[in-house]
């Protein structure tokens, strides 16, 4: 196998591994697409694993640098001699992908680092679109082949969807390691305070708290469904993740929903079944 085979061929299975709705999604690609899709996905997922890789703030900051120096070339060593780094170049660079939205979105993984909370709304809709919704609009630009792939308000509101989406998925597992992707204001409406949640103390304010979440991640898929129209044909498999969003939400409407120990997962067949089913 060759060294950018093997490249291409590690994020794949990195996918495959860690993020199981892309992975599947991005089977419905066309095949020549694929292997660059699998590559951004799998740099989206290094960039967010990075708080649960070290013990200290200061060493995520270094290896998130790392990412940055590479992508703008400043990385010392050579660079390729990183599998995923190799991909991942080699994509920017066939698909003329703008680097500054990398950049960007390591800039924002900063926050996984810490134990802050958003202060406002505004603001998690804002680390969304840097995390999420740019990643939607790279691969709408692999999909179109470097082209611009129209309107880019889709992915903004699509990306908000799935990120926020994907937190209240991990909600249990944030608290558990102190961190807290409520924000402040959705909080104090509701009485409750951080410690409420990185303790484990539930009750009605902390589920008022998570049904706005909900709310807010639907009104953004709504919108998101409204301007879709716009999406080039070719560009619409970049979509295909969103057609979980609401199957994962309505899990959390359940009675008896307990945001600490309730696993919020698709059996492969459902996730399968609505990636299909839903067409972009």
């Not at 991942?88 to 802050?116: C, G, S």
């Not at 680390?127 to 129209?150: H, K, M, N, Q, V």
């Not at 990306?159 to 204001?185: C, E, K, M, N, S």
Request: charged share 25%; hydrophobic share 45%; aromatic share 10%.
């Amino acid at each position: 196998m060759s060294a950018e085979n093997f490249a291409f061929a590690h994020a794949e299975a990195l996918v495959r591994d860690a993020d199981p709705d892309r992975y599947w999604a991005t089977l419905f690609a066309p095949g020549d697409k694929r292997p660059y899709l699998f590559a951004l996905y799998a740099f989206s997922h290094e960039a967010a694993r990075v708080r649960e890789s070290v013990r200290e703030a200061m060493i995520g900051e270094i290896r998130l640098q790392w990412w940055r120096d590479a992508l703008q070339g400043e990385a010392r060593g050579d660079v390729k001699a990183n599998p995923l780094a190799a991909a991942l170049d080699d994509t920017i660079v066939r698909f003329r992908l703008p680097r500054q939205t990398f950049v960007d979105l390591i800039d924002a993984r900063v926050f996984d680092l810490y134990d802050d909370l958003f202060p406002s709304v505004n603001d998690l809709e804002g680390y969304c679109g840097e995390t999420s919704s740019s990643l939607l609009r790279l691969a709408e630009l692999i999909l179109a082949d470097g082209s611009p792939p129209g309107p880019a308000d889709v992915a903004g509101h699509a990306g908000v969807a799935y990120a926020i989406t994907g937190i209240l998925r991990a909600f249990p597992w944030h608290a558990r390691r102190g961190q807290v992707f409520i924000p402040r204001d959705i909080l104090s409406r509701h009485g409750v305070v951080r410690e409420d949640v990185v303790s484990g103390r539930g009750g009605p304010g902390l589920l008022g708290a998570l049904s706005d979440l909900r709310a807010l991640a639907r009104r953004h898929e709504d919108q998101a469904r409204q301007l879709r129209s716009g999406i080039p044909t070719g560009t619409s498999t970049a979509f295909r993740p969103i057609a979980l969003v609401e199957p994962y939400l309505a899990q959390m409407d359940r009675p008896g929903y307990d945001p600490f120990l309730s696993v919020i997962e698709l059996q492969p067949w459902r996730r399968i079944w609505a990636l299909w089913r839903d067409r972009w």
